[in-house]
């Protein structure tokens, strides 16, 4: 069975990629901060800069205190701590040159707001942790970014000058600007590999210990991403300083929890508040669940199929604006109480206008399914129409439970009768 797709992963039906270049393959994600991110780094002897998390104003004051004693300058950064990208842009990252009671005034300001950015969507997010960071003087701003490309089953490192702006957006206009290498996990990062990139980066400017450092800050984050099971680590910016020191100045840090049953550190470092409420509660239910932006409710068994369902309900309704409004793999093994618990979910979105339940029976049962889909309508006081398609063990019980049941059900004979229905239900069979 696959994994499901979050918002912004690539697959047929959704365009784009974050970060650009290399295929992301779907997988499920842990984020974390940005201070947290940093934490991590430092442990594998990546350069950071030095820095407090605060949860209140008073904590960020402290902070700014404590890092004006310790490093002999009163500038410091004030930075939300959401899991978005483009923070700065948002207002959420502002200097503070005069020391702590400036840094008090920004922590007021930033902690509390809601931060919109490129990455949160209009309604944005709301900032209830800071990082508070010494400030740093640098030459240079760069980008580094890793990530796991499942086509050529490697590690690929991406790197530009273009350092402090958006990633994708360099992509798009200046692709000739991001440099690739590929990490054979067999052999490891090569030093070459590394100085590739850094004389790519033309680093050889800044002399020839800065490109040693960086040398050894990719082997750093190279150790990094494959103990600590990422999917994507990027640094954006790294900061070339003015004594040559290579520093990461940002962290953004995911994990792939597919390998979380080694990391049972990563369930403190969640932050719930960041997360889908839905999604949290669909985890706690053990049901596969993803928000997305559409109006048709899917509830498939298999990951596999939950995206060609996805993909043929876009294919079947791009023209009248239909699109799925969430993933929703119930798994081989549903209880009719989960089956429930899925059409509730599905129904805490006001965008959602119809549902599709698309069902193979193979180790789940198409009665088992039916049942629970009518017991659910019947709890819930289905309002919205629904179509289902069922196939497989036990189907024509299923299909009868259905018929059966007194419930405005249509059935779908196959997908794509499935889709044509379930956008005439949404458009009112709108041509």
């Given at each position: ?166 990633i994708e957006k360099v992509a798009e206009e200046t692709p000739e600007k991001i440099l690739t290498v590929y990490v054979d996990p067999i052999v490891g990062l090569s030093a070459f590999q590394a100085r590739e ?231 009112g069979g709108a041509k």
């Open positions: 069975m696959g994994d499901p797709p979050r918002q912004g992963d690539v697959y047929v039906m959704r365009e784009g990629c974050s970060p650009p270049g290399p295929t992301l393959a779907t997988v499920r994600l842990v984020k974390i901060h940005e201070y947290q991110g940093k934490q991590i780094f430092a442990k594998y002897g990546v350069p950071v800069p030095k820095g407090y998390p605060a949860f209140s104003v008073a904590e960020a004051e402290t902070a700014a205190k404590k890092l004006a004693t310790e490093t002999g300058s009163p500038v410091v950064v004030v930075k939300a701590q959401i899991h978005a990208g483009g923070r700065g842009k948002g207002g959420g990252v502002k200097v503070a040159k005069g020391g702590a009671s400036e840094a008090k005034v920004l922590a007021e300001a930033i902690l509390g707001m809601q931060l919109v950015t490129h990455q949160t969507g209009p309604e944005g997010q709301k900032v209830k942790r800071l990082y508070i960071e010494q400030g740093l003087e640098m030459v240079a701003e760069m980008y580094l970014g890793m990530v796991v490309d499942r086509d050529s089953r490697r590690i690929a490192f991406m790197a530009s000058t273009e350092g402090g702006v958006e990139l850094a004389f790519g980066l033309g680093l050889m400017t800044y002399g020839k210990e800065t490109v040693a450092k960086f040398v050894r800050l990719m082997s750093a984050l190279y150790e990094a991403f494959t103990k600590e099971d990422c999917s994507l680590l990027e640094v954006n910016p790294l900061a070339i300083l003015k004594n040559g020191d290579v520093v990461a100045l940002d962290a953004k840090v995911t994990f792939d929890d597919n390998a979380s049953f080694r990391h049972k550190a990563w369930s403190d470092l969640q932050d719930k508040d960041e997360e889908d409420p839905i999604e949290l509660e669909a985890a706690q239910a053990g049901l596969n669940y993803v928000s997305l932006d559409g109006n048709v409710g899917c509830l498939v068994n298999g990951a596999g199929l939950a995206m060609a369902t996805m993909d043929i309900i876009k294919h079947a309704g791009r023209a009248h604006g239909v699109a799925p409004a969430n993933f929703l793999d119930v798994g081989g093994g549903a209880t009719q109480e989960q089956v429930t618990k899925a059409f509730s979910m599905i129904l805490k979105s006001p965008k959602v206008k119809a549902i599709f339940v698309n069902i193979f029976g193979g180790i789940m049962k198409c009665d088992v399914i039916a049942n629970g889909v009518v017991a659910a309508a019947k709890e819930l006081g289905l309002k919205v129409p629904l179509v289902v398609r069922l196939e497989g063990t036990n189907v024509e019980l299923g299909r009868k439970i259905l018929s059966e049941s007194g419930l405005a059900i249509q059935a779908a004979t196959t997908m794509a009768d499935g889709a044509k229905k379930i956008v005439d239900a949404v458009t």
